[in-house]
Nanobody
Framework: QVQLVESGGGLVQAGSSLRLACKAS????????ANWFRQAPGKEREFVAA????????HHADAVKDRFTISRDTAKNTVYLQMDSLKPEDTAVYFC????????????WGRGTQVTVSS
């Protein structure tokens, strides 16, 4: 059983950067696909980014491509989401997920971290 805990959210101004972290425990995180999803108020949860097992591939949603970057530190059992040039429409709760499918996977979920971008 993999447990995921997100951190790094906050309130920032448009154009700023944030780095989210997703710390895993209870399993060998590098053997799982890891995803970031987000859910804005009144909207459905949407896919943001994915990194494959063994960090061979990454995939980013069109809405965040060229602004967000997913990465993984295997030694720290942590996946990151570097978010640059933030926009108000990026405001959402960001969730980490892990599992065996590619590119999206939903076997294990974290509780989320709030990101708020002011204009």
């Amino acid at each position: 059983q993999v447990q995921l805990v997100e951190s790094g959210g906050g309130l920032v101004q448009a154009g700023s950067s944030l780095r989210l972290a997703c710390k895993a425990s209870g399993g060998t995180f590098d053997m799982y696909t890891a995803n970031w999803f987000r859910q804005a108020p009144g909207k459905e949860r949407e896919f943001v980014a994915a990194i494959s097992r063994n960090n061979l591939y990454t995939h980013h949603a069109d809405a965040v491509k060229d602004r967000f970057t997913i990465s993984r530190d295997t030694a720290k059992n942590t996946v990151y989401l570097q978010m640059d040039s933030l926009k108000p429409e990026d405001t959402a709760v960001y969730f980490c997920a892990a599992g065996t499918s590619w590119p999206t996977t939903q076997d294990y979920w974290g509780r989320g971290t709030q990101v708020t971008v002011s204009s």
